[in-house]
Nanobody, 127 residues
Framework: QVQLVESGGGLVQAGGSLRLSCAASGRTASIYTMGWFRQAPGKEREFAATISWSDGGSYYADSVKGRFTVSRDNANNTMYLRMNSLKAEDTAVYYC????????????????????WGQGTQVTISS
């Protein structure tokens, strides 16, 4: 079992930047892929970015490509999401997730491929 805790959310003006963190604990050696997802009010949860825990390979949703950067610090079992050029439509609760069973679809941001989830952190962009 892997426990995930997000931090770093807040209120930012449009055009600003924010960095989210996701600290993993527990059976971290079993992590294959981690991802960032977000859910805006009244909408379904969507993936934003994923990263391979072993080689750092990343994958982004078109809506965030070029603005968001996912990274990880294996030594500290932490994943980050650097968000630049933020827009009002980026407002959402951001969740981190981990795949601990090597499901290939996790790299593509398929929600059901993840078995561990954090509680989320609110990101609000004011226009």
């Amino acid at each position: 079992q892997v426990q995930l805790v997000e931090s770093g959310g807040g209120l930012v003006q449009a055009g600003g930047s924010l960095r989210l963190s996701c600290a993993a604990s527990g059976r971290t050696a079993s992590i294959y892929t981690m991802g960032w997802f977000r859910q805006a009010p009244g909408k379904e949860r969507e993936f934003a970015a994923t990263i391979s825990w072993s080689d750092g390979g990343s994958y982004y949703a078109d809506s965030v490509k070029g603005r968001f950067t996912v990274s990880r610090d294996n030594a500290n079992n932490t994943m980050y999401l650097r968000m630049n050029s933020l827009k009002a439509e980026d407002t959402a609760v951001y969740y981190c997730a981990a795949d601990t069973a090597f499901r290939p679809l996790a790299r593509l941001g398929v929600h059901s491929a993840y078995d561990s989830w954090g509680q989320g952190t609110q990101v609000t962009i004011s226009s």
